[in-house]
């Protein structure tokens, strides 16, 4: 091999490079001898020393061959012998600074081919502190470039550059560079800058850095597209760890994290307000001050439904200790609180309950009235058609008239033990992943199937995830499931006893957040199972399926019948991106969607509530000629207490009022159910505001000559 490379023809000798470069990665220690020779080789190239015509491409000596002979050397550990390293450090150094931009495109590609190759291998070596730092400017330089594939390049080498010792405070310099780049039209771009942020944080940055990513999350929800579903989640996950690792004080701690759930509910995990609730009980210095602005959160007058959840756990817990001040009364903080039960999802109704009861406990002496409402509530859902909200509803009633003794029930939770957060553990596993395992397990993904299915793998002892207060359901003749909502009280052979919440420690299967509540079960994500190809269906569309998609939803003859008003569902959809489309006591049909100018972009969460499959499962979407839509495969069975994502694109052509209509149909035991749901997709969902100032509208509006300058008409939606 050392005699080959000896070779003064270049050809022959890019062939022995490429052998070479096989050989050292298998088994570097054979081959010391050679390394000398690549040195040499890299010289001969960087002074043009000798080099036919044939192979300059574009006035860079053979390219091709500088790229193999780096990447050789870069699988010895280190070069010993100083006369080498200094040389070959004078050819790197000598690349470093005769690369420049031009216009031509491939001699642009091949330059930099060479350059990015040298700076892995100035890496590799462990250069001067003055080299790596002339290393970080020229990367710094080719952020700010307009070429998508060099600032790419530039971020990723940057992030590997962390790894290199004494650069941090250098790659710190470029900070609102890096920040700017988290708005890029291209989302690959994002990511590398997102990850570069994440790793060059610490406690002197980290307050500018999460700051900067609340607002980023509030632009990425005002401005870009469908696609980035992933990516807000993932800045949701990583602004929540760097707020935890490096808060400089707790209060600055809880804002971020209020922020973080009021700007981007939907992509706020539950792992998140887990981690905020572990994090407040275990704090009593943070408790106080996380009750005021829970309380101030729900002054508002729309929040999501993940601040809900918080506030009114923090509350049920913490409220006591706001006083008796005007406006922080019991009875004033329950007021708010239950404004917001009708606008909210079942899950959560539970966890409101839990905080009536709480409040209760905590009043004391005992407001006779506020005792009424609270009572009147409870007798309400006594008889609500869900079992764990019935369960809870008549147990706290009747703890809630035991008097002194409700003190010792519904005590403050004890402090979680220490353990590492969830969020960090999670966030250490994505990052095992290299990009071309995330690229391989994509490609497998899509190969079986795009619906993810989420299956029970909770403990046989009962153990449940979420850090919420309530009551463990007992197993009776009615009940064919068990409640995976949080739990504070355990019955046990007619006991009651008070246990400790743990937050589940694998990572959350739903990191879009969970429609179906008590579906969202503990576990990794499993395997999509195969299905029928003929159920999916593919860009449809066309006048012969009009009239069955214009037609009436008529209502399904079926001993199984719907609960609630579909009709009530399907409109209530019209109006905000997520709710529960259709359920009876065998499923539940839910819906999150995200809309960008004329493109739509659904998740349909389809949830078994029971503990035997569901089989013979068929979806079909049969849109409007104005409608084109694709609708991911659905399995052909959902296991037991599972829950199957499916994505589905709508496209809309033109204006029209009429709605799509998905077929759906299962078999449970003897029982078949077909049912045919209005999607919402109707014309407001498409609509986007236009911010136009009145200085700007007038004087357009006045210039407009010539009647009708006003037409009005009024059509009817439904």
């Known amino acids: 091999m050392a005699q080959l490379l000896d070779e003064r023809d270049l050809g022959v000798l890019t062939s022995s490079m490429s052998l070479l470069v096989a050989l050292v990665s298998n088994n570097h220690e054979a081959y010391w001898s050679c390394l000398p020779k690549c040195v040499k080789t890299l010289e001969r190239l960087a002074r043009n020393q000798d080099i036919p015509q044939e192979y300059t491409y574009y006035g860079i000596p053979s390219p091709w061959l500088q790229v193999k002979t780096m990447r050789a050397l870069q699988y010895f550990p280190t070069v010993e012998d100083p006369n080498t390293r200094r040389s070959l450090f004078e050819v790197l150094q000598r690349i470093l600074m005769g690369t420049d931009d031009v216009k031509n495109v491939n001699k642009n590609n091949a330059s930099h081919a060479v350059l990015f190759e040298a700076l892995a291998l100035v890496m590799h070596l462990d250069a001067e502190k003055e080299m790596m730092s002339q290393c970080v400017a020229l990367l710094g330089k080719f952020i700010a470039v307009r070429e998508p594939n060099i600032r790419y390049l ?158 009114a756990y923090i509350l049920g817990e913490y409220s006591h200790l706001l006083g008796r001040r005007p406006g922080w009364s019991p009875r004033e903080i329950f007021n708010i609180i239950h404004e917001k039960l009708p606008t909210v999802s079942t899950p959560t109704i539970s966890i409101l309950l839990s905080t009536y009861a709480k409040i209760l406990m905590h009043t004391q002496p005992p407001d006779e009235e506020l005792q009424k409402q609270i009572w009147e509530i409870f007798r309400k859902y006594e008889s609500c058609i869900d079992a764990e909200i019935q369960q809870r509803a008549v147990e706290y009633l009747a703890l809630s008239m035991k008097g002194a003794a409700l003190m010792d029930i519904l005590a403050e939770m004890p402090k979680f033990p220490e353990r590492q957060s969830s969020l960090i553990r999670k966030a250490e596993d994505s990052e095992a992943d290299t990009a071309e395992q995330s690229a391989i397990k994509l490609r497998a993904q899509q190969q079986t ?161 029971n503990t035997a499959p569901l089989v013979s499962v068929q979806a079909l979407i049969l849109p409007p000629s104005h409608l084109k839509t694709q609708l991911s495969l659905v399995p052909e069975t959902i296991p037991p207490r599972a829950q199957v994502q499916c994505p589905l694109e709508v496209v809309n052509l033109q204006p029209s009022r009429d709605s799509a209509v998905l077929v759906f149909s299962y078999k449970f035991g003897t029982n078949v159910v077909n ?44």
Not at 455 to 463: E, H, I, K, S, V
Request: proline residues 7%; contains cysteine.
């Open 449 to 609: 199937s795009n619906a993810l299915v989420l299956t029970d793998q909770r403990p046989a002892n009962g153990t449940q995830p979420a850090p919420q207060l309530g009551l463990v359901k007992v197993p009776t003749t009615t009940s064919t499931d068990e409640s995976t909502s949080g739990q504070g009280l355990a019955h046990e052979n007619g006991t009651v006893a008070v246990v400790d919440p743990q937050p589940h420690s694998g990572p959350s299967p739903d990191l879009l957040g969970d429609l179906l509540g008590p579906l969202a079960i503990e576990g990794p994500p499993g395997t999509a199972p195969q299905s029928d190809p003929s159920v999916a269906s593919g860009l449809e569309g066309g006048p012969n399926q009009d009239a069955l998609a214009l037609a009436p939803v008529e209502d399904q003859t079926s001993t199984i019948q719907p609960i609630g008003d579909i009709g009530e569902k399907f409109r209530a959809l019209c109006l905000k991106d997520s709710g529960v489309l259709y359920e009876d006591v065998n499923i539940q049909i839910g819906i999150k969607a995200d809309w960008r100018g004329h493109h739509g972009r659904f998740i349909l969460f389809l949830g078994n509530k």
């Open 154 to 311: 530039g971020l990723e080498n940057m992030t590997r550059m962390l790894m290199v010792t004494d650069v941090e405070d250098i790659i710190k310099r470029y900070q609102a560079q890096i920040i700017a780049t988290l708005k890029d039209p291209d989302i690959s771009i994002r990511r590398r800058a997102l990850d570069l942020l994440y790793g060059m944080c610490d406690v002197s940055n980290a307050k500018d850095i999460v700051e900067e990513l609340l607002q980023v999350q509030m632009t990425y929800k005002l401005y870009l597209s469908t696609a980035d579903f992933a990516m807000r989640e993932e800045l949701s996950l990583k602004a929540a760890i760097l707020a935890e690792k490096f808060a400089p004080d707790l209060s600055w701690y809880a804002d971020v994290i209020l922020q973080l759930i009021d700007k981007a509910g939907d992509f706020v995990s539950d792992d998140i307000w887990f981690r905020v609730v572990q994090f407040v009980t275990n704090n009593e210095d943070l408790q106080l001050y996380a009750a005021m602005k829970a309380r101030e959160y729900l002054d508002k007058h729309a929040i999501h439904e993940t601040m809900v959840k918080v506030s």
């Open 675 to 718: 049912v045919k749901l209005r999607l919402p997709a109707v014309l407001n969902m498409f609509l986007q505001p236009i911010i136009v100032s009145p200085e700007e509208f007038f004087p357009q509006w006045r210039s407009l000559s010539g009647p009708p300058l006003k037409l009005q008409e009024v059509v009817c939606a439904f």
